[in-house]
């Protein structure tokens, strides 16, 4: 279906890692505290790979690594502001993610979490997910879908930042 026609929905194919990044970076420039990013999709499909970028537009120069170990990683600004980002992989549930005590992070910064599917029930209804699927060596399927009114103006915000001449 088109795009168009689906105006909570943006479908974009990315050709290498550096443009996965350059799309993540455009989204991290939006982002402020209590926003909730979904990440799905299988290993190597480039979660980690478009949290480097969001990371990076968000304004942090802290290195993006999987926080398979740690569960959850924080960036920082210079000034002090915190980018949370989690990995639900290693997690038993959602009932483990409910321990993390998600809401009083999301309170103080943006949050990113991969393998979001793994603990839906403990998220929020609002956020944004973005779906990447691999498709060859180089290429990735992502799929970003508003979820909530909020999350709707951030896409209409990056669909105008992505396809800007
Ligand atoms: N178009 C692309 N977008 C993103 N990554 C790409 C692309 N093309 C190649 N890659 C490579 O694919 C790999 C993606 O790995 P990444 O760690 O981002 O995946 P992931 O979804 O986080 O996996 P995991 O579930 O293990 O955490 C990286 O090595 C990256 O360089
Ligand atoms: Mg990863």
Request: glycine fraction near 8%; charged fraction near 20%.
């Amino acid at each position: 279906m088109s795009p168009i026609l689906r105006p909570n929905v943006l479908e974009f194919f990315s050709n290498s890692a550096a443009q996965t990044r350059r799309v993540g970076m455009r989204l991290g420039e939006l982002l402020r505290p209590s926003d909730l990013i979904c990440l799905t999709g299988d290993l190597g499909s480039g979660k980690t790979t478009l949290t480097q970028g969001i990371a990076a537009g968000w304004g942090s120069s802290d290195q993006v690594s999987s926080p398979t170990f740690v569960l959850v990683n924080v960036y920082r600004k210079p000034n002090g502001a915190r980018l949370y980002h989690l990995d639900a992989y290693r997690l038993g549930g959602p009932s483990e993610a409910d321990d993390l005590d998600l809401d009083t992070m999301l309170a103080t910064g943006p949050m990113i979490i991969e393998w979001a599917d793994r603990i839906t029930p403990a998220l929020p209804d609002e956020h944004l997910l973005i779906a990447s699927r691999w498709i060859a060596d180089e290429r990735r399927e992502m799929v970003f879908s508003a979820h909530g009114s909020h999350y709707q103006t951030l896409l209409d915000a990056l669909r105008q930042r992505v396809y800007a001449v």
